[in-house]
């Protein structure tokens, strides 16, 4: 069985920092993709960052420039940086890890399996 649980998220000014981190327990961590979606209230889910295995990131156009997510294999670990806050980036955001990596991670919610319970984020301008 995989758990992630969520921490850091909070308050932040527009323009601001906040830093999510991801604590997964899982065999095998570093075999698994990861990523971060958001969910605004009203609104459908959508990805925000994906790594891959071997590190290969994605990120939805809206972010790039300005989120950074990352892993720590040896703590079983995944974080978002997010810089240049908007109050468009107020929302749930969830870490989610999936098995499949290589092409199959992907910025879409249907490829993973194993989910958060999330960490509100709320901008204000």
Same mark, same amino acid.
């Given at each position: 069985?995989?758990?992630?649980?969520?921490?850091?998220?909070?308050?932040?000014? =527009?323009?601001?920092? !906040? /830093? !999510? &981190?991801?604590?997964?327990? =899982?065999? &095998?961590?570093?075999?698994?993709? $990861?990523?971060?979606?958001r969910?605004?209230?009203?609104?459908? /889910?959508?990805?925000?960052?994906?790594?891959?295995?071997?590190?290969?990131?994605?990120?939805?156009?809206?972010?790039?420039?300005?989120?950074?997510?990352?892993?720590?294999? =040896?703590?079983?670990? !995944?974080?978002?940086? $997010?810089?240049?806050?908007?109050?468009?980036?107020t929302? $749930?955001?969830?870490?989610?890890?999936?098995?499949?990596?290589?092409?199959?991670?992907?910025?879409?919610?249907?490829?993973f399996?194993?989910?958060?319970?999330?960490?509100?984020?709320?901008?204000?301008?």
């Amino acid at each position: 069985q995989v758990q992630l649980v969520e921490s850091g998220g909070g308050s932040a000014q =527009a323009g601001g920092s !906040l /830093r !999510l &981190s991801c604590a997964v327990s =899982a065999n &095998s961590f570093n075999s698994y993709c $990861m990523g971060w979606f958001r969910q605004a209230p009203g609104k459908e /889910r959508e990805g925000v960052a994906t790594i891959d295995t071997d590190g290969t990131t994605r990120y939805k156009d809206s972010v790039k420039g300005r989120f950074t997510i990352s892993r720590d294999n =040896a703590k079983n670990s !995944l974080y978002l940086q $997010m810089n240049s806050l908007s109050p468009e980036d107020t929302a $749930m955001y969830l870490c989610a890890a999936a098995p499949n990596g290589g092409p199959w991670c992907r910025l879409s919610q249907f490829l993973f399996t194993y989910w958060g319970q999330g960490a509100q984020v709320t901008v204000s301008s």
